[in-house]
């Protein structure tokens, strides 16, 4: 059943049809088409025998869950066109109905079906819910927490709890315990048994007294120190050789002599006792360079041999005083000293984290709620358990799946690794794995990509029945994208730094052949220098305020001009070359810092954009009011809040008016100031100045303590929106630039706070805290979306952009510094080694590392290096056709200054470049630019000489450029001395006519400005509601005359719920409780009184409907209904019927609205549900249920305006549903279940 639109390589074709002895690992590197193989092996599994349904599935994301399934109908469905052979059909048909039942799910998503399922082997309740709101599972958790602290302080009789706070505290506070003690928890969930792996943390501290012969220091330490040395003995051997080729011989003598003493170091590290190595690195001596017989006098052509000599040497010195600095900072007897303390307090952290987890479990327990993780351990327990319901449970699993195939294997944890495992079949191994260990960037939610590495290794041995497959086509980008990645990556990553080698199979191989020649590409490197000219400085008018505001300006600039020059890109859907649109083009960051500069950037510029996620929520200044506002409602003396409230608009005093109240009043806090004017002006002669600021201090003062007392009686959330009410501040920020999204941005906020509520923590201050917290992790909330266009650059983190792909791609920020804030800890984590802490000694007030922090931090750093470097994979394999790169050059640097530090790279004679240059690396560009000084196009271009042939025949097409400000000036702009963007004409200069031509313009399209190209069949329905707002129309069933009318267009947001009904259920929660019980009841069973109320029941305790609601459904109606002519046919055709099917239909505007009848290029995506239809086989007929009351006096009138309501709605489904089936629709009904009468629809002539 393989797709043959497209040849297959050879390895493609082993992974999809192959039957594997054992588990398979497909390693696919980007754009290899790994999601299309593994669809394309469902598919030849279903041509084989196996039901679609009998194989499990797990993805990474739901949306990756959800394009899997729906290719895999796509898959079937087309090979149910293709096919001549009736009993195949009836099996496809059969594969289709089971996909909605097949396990195509995320692993979360899969636990939580299992233990649902299953619960009783574990004698769980299964009545519980999933804390998916992290707002609610970080406050439960503080909570716990706070009351376990409370008790461990009062039960401290030996004092170690309070030890062990001091150990992890700071200045500021004790929230470094808590910090640990959460972050262990998290650790150990993400393995398979917490606690062993808690109660294994003491072991790295337990050792003898002889450090090198410890276990710990052969197995951690000693390679380090190793691979430390071996990076400077080759350092010493270039500039050894420099000496040589500048013919300075006794110079390279001794380099030979510094060389022999490091081998013998070297030799001497796994016997020499600690103290031993601790003399000879402390200090490690160079010979000197000034001995006798060494001349002074050298020529001018071997001073630029000498000079990189002795920077090699300087390199190589530093390496070599960090050892002795890192690890023999301290003899042998203080490191056991301060190990044996860490070890007690290890023990005690392990203690409190035990207690903790214990205590939040019995909490979640009694609150029926849990977090995902939660979920998974309870499905390993069920898989592993002793039980015979276990045991059964896991035979039959193993026994069901014919294979276990996982999506993004490498972004698995061991957790999750130990519950496939737990299901596999034991007698034929059945794990097929696929994914990119060159892609695994989730650390930070514990992914562990060791395990990947580990199989491919494994798998790749001649002996083993388990098989590796690679793929390493990329069918994605054009070449020269191909070439700019493998020109880096092949320097850059090696298994001692990246975790794996690039070479082989695992660099990317051209296979996008159909780009052709057509497309021409090149790799641009842009870097924004601030060049701090002072006379240019005079002479610009618009120069960026700051570094990250000129690369962005830098950016939008490149971007209009790709747009104006029409740049030409490849269309992979109609395979012709065509202008570049902004929606072609991505911009992909490291973090989300530079949103707010690109939202004011390009809206100037009015480059339409779209930013996924934001992130910068609190960063917003909408929101940074408000949440100043709430603080100082909680407490005015808070100088930094109340002067960010004072200044904005809600009370809109300027720094003249600030400085008077300062002025009168200049000791203590900013607010007694106030209420000191407040009390005693006019203590002089009142002025005009004075008057206008009591105006406003008394306005603010009243407005303060209207909302203090607000507070005090009303929830939180009811508090934000009587500011809102009172202030006009939801209305003054839709006036100003990008109005809607930050009205979206302040309900977003009053919607949090209701929701912050609702998990029972209560309180002003509380909340306020909490938001503290979440801005200090810098776990922001996601801003708010507003109405965002299609047709739009695409702003994203490089982690939000993974599995996507863009024509053009700027991977913006490339010089910003990696995050290093792990070093500054007082402990660091690893899954494997454990956690290394540092030692506070109180007594001499001095925090001291232990070796076991040296080891685990050294470790950290290089899996953290290891992750970014696959972050910049996933950037640089995103991109298409045109890539570009940019960054910032340093404060107070040049380029030559900032490309300095590339051109160490110049001299390196391998392809991989040094370990200490590529560890040393603070960004993506210190990589990328070391990548590129030994190729060609760069040193060529700088004038120098080819050192080394390893790159000459390198392919890629890549440039370098440095752009200051003044390049950046827009033209006739540059030179001018003004100060100002508001330039005033005189009046001659105004040419009257042509501002009349300007006024009397009318825009042509202007139906279109007034509505949304995406329309629900329910918001189109409303034309029919509200004779007020359009005369009534109807729906024809032709195609090309469909609703004549004006446009739906609704822009009003939600109705905030203290302003909505809260008492009796209304008639649309009655009526949607309806149909989900005519959606949910099974049509195959005898339907009465009976069945119909224990549906109900189950409704209610599923908690999809409230008790409330359930009491007012008229189950009558329901019975009635299934007596119906109608429901008697639905009841003799089960297996015929099909509910709640979703459709998107796209029409022409003018069918719908009588405006755009001159614009038929208009189109508009109509979307809805239908209630269900019967696919008979003498036409389909289509039903819908409605809830409307039928008035009993006049019954005729009263059903057809109804059917007059509804019309349009009902034959917009028909047509949809005429195009889904392919077939025209026989009938179309209401069935109103107020009187039971089925009404049959007419389209209006």
């Known amino acids: 059943m393989a797709d043959n639109s497209m040849n297959f390589t050879p390895e493609q074709k082993k992974a999809i049809t192959e039957n594997f002895p054992g588990n398979a690992l497909v390693s696919a590197s980007a754009g290899s088409g790994k999601t299309r193989v593994l669809v394309q092996r469902v598919l030849n599994k279903v041509e084989h025998g196996v039901d679609v349904d009998h194989l499990l599935i797990v993805t990474f994301t739901k949306a990756a869950a959800k394009e899997m399934r729906d290719r895999i109908k796509k898959g079937l469905q087309d090979e149910v066109n293709q096919s001549n052979d009736d009993e195949q059909k009836r099996n496809l048909v059969k594969q289709i109905r089971k996909l909605s039942v097949a396990h195509i799910s995320t692993m979360d998503a899969f636990c939580q079906w299992l233990v649902q399922k299953d619960y009783y082997a574990i004698d769980l309740d299964p009545n519980f819910r999933i804390l998916a709101d992290k707002t609610e599972q970080e406050m439960l958790r503080d909570s716990v927490w706070e009351d376990v602290r409370e008790d461990l302080y009062g039960n401290d009789e030996d004092g170690s709890f309070a030890r062990l706070t001091r150990n992890f505290s700071n200045d500021r506070g004790d929230d470094g315990l808590t910090d640990v003690v959460l972050s262990l928890y998290d650790f150990s969930n993400a393995n398979q048994d917490p606690e062993a792996w808690l109660n294994h943390l003491v072991d790295l501290y337990q050792m003898d007294d002889n450090i090198t012969q410890s276990n710990f220091y052969q197995k951690y330490l000693l390679p380090e120190i190793q691979n430390k040395i071996k990076q400077a003995i080759g350092i010493f051997k270039q500039a ?9 011989s006794s110079r390279a003598d001794l380099i030979d002599k510094d060389i022999k003493k490091l081998n013998r170091i070297y030799d001497r590290l796994g016997t020499a006792t600690w103290d031993a190595l601790y003399e000879l690195f402390n200090p490690f001596k160079l010979e000197s360079m ?66 903790f987890s214990k205590r939040y479990a019995a909490v979640k327990k009694q609150k029926h709620a849990y977090e995902f993780v939660d979920i998974e351990h309870f499905a390993l327990n069920i898989l592993t358990g002793k039980s015979e319901d276990s045991q059964e449970i896991k035979r039959q699993l193993q026994n069901y799946f014919d294979e276990i195939m996982v999506d993004e294997y490498q972004d698995n944890n061991r957790l999750q690794d130990a519950i496939l495992n737990a299901m596999k079949n034991q007698q034929h191994e059945n794990m097929f794995m696929v994914g990119d260990v060159k892609q695994s960037i989730y650390g930070f939610r514990l992914a562990d990509p060791g395990m990947f590495l580990e199989k491919l290794d494994h798998y790749q041995e001649s002996d083993n029945k388990d098989t590796a497959v690679e793929l390493s086509d990329n069918f994605r980008s054009v070449k020269n994208v191909d070439d700019f990645t493998n020109l880096v990556f092949s320097q850059i990553m090696d298994r001692g730094l990246g975790e794996m080698d690039y070479t082989g199979n695992a660099k990317l191989k051209y296979g996008a052949t159909y780009y052709g020649n057509s497309v021409k590409s090149n790799a641009n490197v842009m870097m924004y220098v601030d060049d701090n000219s002072k006379d240019d400085d005079e002479n610009l008018t618009l120069k960026p305020d700051t570094n990250s505001e000129g690369q962005v300006r830098m950016v939008a600039d490149q971007i209009q001009d790709l747009i104006q020059k029409k740049m030409q890109i490849y269309d992979k859907t109609t395979h012709e070359m065509r202008d570049i649109r902004y929606g072609d083009i991505a911009i992909l960051e490291p973090t989300r810092n530079n949103n707010l500069n690109l939202s004011k950037e390009f809206l100037q510029k009015r480059i339409p954009l779209s930013i996924d996620g934001g992130e910068s929520y609190f960063k917003t200044t909408e929101v940074q009011i408000m949440m100043s506002l709430l603080q100082i409602i909680d407490n005015p003396y808070q100088d930094i809040p109340l002067a960010a409230v004072l200044r904005s608009p809600i009370v809109g005093m300027d720094e003249n008016e600030m400085a008077y109240l300062r002025i009168n009043h200049k000791t203590g806090n900013y607010f007694a100031s106030i209420l000191d004017f407040y009390h005693h002006y006019p203590s002089q002669e009142p002025n005009e100045f004075g008057n206008l600021v009591a105006k406003k201090v008394q306005l603010f003062l009243d407005q303060l303590k209207d909302f203090k007392d607000f507070a005090t009686k009303h929830e939180l959330s009811d508090l934000i929106w009587h ?64 109405d965002i266009e299609t047709d739009s650059v695409h702003v994203m983190t490089i982690h939000g952009s993974k599995g996507l792909e863009f024509p053009v791609v700027f991977l913006m920020d490339a010089t910003k510094n990696f995050n290093e804030s792990a070093e500054k800890n007082r402990y660091v984590l690893n899954n494997k080694l454990g956690i290394g802490i540092k030692y506070f000694d109180q007594s001499k007030h001095e925090l001291l590392p232990t070796l076991q922090y040296v080891a685990i931090m050294a470790a950290k750093k290089n899996s953290n290096l290891a992750e970014e470097m696959r972050k910049l994979y996933v950037a640089l394999t995103r991109a298409e056709q045109q890539l570009y790169i940019t960054g910032i050059v340093k404060k107070n640097h040049t380029p030559e200054t900032e490309t300095k530090d590339w051109e160490r790279a110049y001299q390196s004679p391998n392809m991989v470049l040094d370990q200490s240059m590529r560890s040393g690396a603070k960004s993506f560009m210190d990589w990328i630019g070391a990548s590129l000084v030994r190729h060609p196009n760069y040193y060529q271009d700088r004038g120098k000489v080819d050192a080394t042939h390893v790159l000459s025949k390198d392919p890629t097409n890549f440039k370098v450029e440095f752009v200051t400000a003044k390049d950046l000036q827009q033209p006739g702009q540059a030179g001018t001395t003004s100060t100002s963007s508001d330039q005033t004409l005189k009046t001659e200069q105004i040419d009257q006519s042509q501002i009349q031509h300007i006024m009397d313009f009318k825009y042509p399209y202007h139906a279109a400005t007034t509505t949304t190209a995406y329309q629900s069949v329910s918001e189109i329905k409303r034309l029919f509601d509200d004779p007020d707002n359009i005369q009534l129309g109807s729906v024809s069933e032709s195609r090309n005359m469909i609703l004549r009318r004006t446009r739906y267009n609704n822009t009003t947001f939600m109705q905030p719920q203290f302003m909505q009904s809260v008492g009796q259920p209304n008639s649309m929660e009655i009526g949607t409780a309806t149909h989900l019980i005519l959606q949910k009841i099974n049509v195959k069973e005898p339907i009465n009184q009976d069945t119909v109320a224990e549906l109900l029941a189950q409704l209610v305790n599923d908690k999809l409907i409230t008790p409330e609601v359930a009491k007012k459904v008229n189950v009558d109606s329901v019975v009635k209904f299934y007596q119906s002519e109608l429901g008697q046919l639905i009841k003799a055709h089960p297996d015929r019927l099909h509910r709640e099917v979703p459709f998107s239909l796209l029409i022409s505007a003018e ?60 034959n917009i489904y028909g047509i949809a549903l005429s195009d889904i089936l392919g077939k025209p629709v026989k009938d179309e009904y209401l069935y109103l279940l107020s009187n039971n009468s089925l009404q049959r629809v007419v389209p209006k002539k």
């Not at 050894?240 to 300075?248: I, P, R």
């Not at 060494?294 to 000498?306: A, C, H, V």
């Open 1151 to 1210: 069918q719908i609205f009588s405006e755009f009848e001159n614009d038929a290029d208009q189109k508009l995506l109509v979307h809805g549900i239908i209630d269900g239809y019967l696919d008979l086989d003498d036409g389909p007929v289509l039903f819908d249920y409605k809830t409307d009351f039928v008035n009993p006096k006049k019954p005729d009138a009263s059903v057809e305006k109804i059917i007059d309501q509804y019309r349009g709605q009902v």
């Open 240 to 248: 050894k050789q420099e000496f040589l080729d500048g013919a300075l």
């Open 723 to 786: 500011i809102y009410s009172v202030t006009g501040f939801l209305d003054y920020v839709g006036g100003m630039p990008a109005g809607k999204k930050r009205q979206a941005n302040l309900h977003a906020l009053y919607e949090r706070a209701s929701e912050y509520e609702k998990s029972s923590f209560k309180g002003l201050f509380a909340f306020v805290q909490f938001v503290k917290r979440l801005q200090d992790k810098d776990d922001d909330l996601a801003e708010a979306p507003a």
């Open 290 to 355: 000034n001995q006798k017989g060494i001349s002074k006098k050298i020529d001018d052509s071997q001073k630029e041999f000498q000079k990189v000599a002795m920077d090699s040497r300087k390199e190589a010195k530093k390496i070599i005083d960090k050892i002795g600095s890192k690890y023999f900072f301290a003899k042998e007897d203080a490191n056991l000293d301060v190990i044996k303390q860490a070890e007690k307090l290890v023990k005690k952290l392990v203690e409190v984290v035990q207690t």
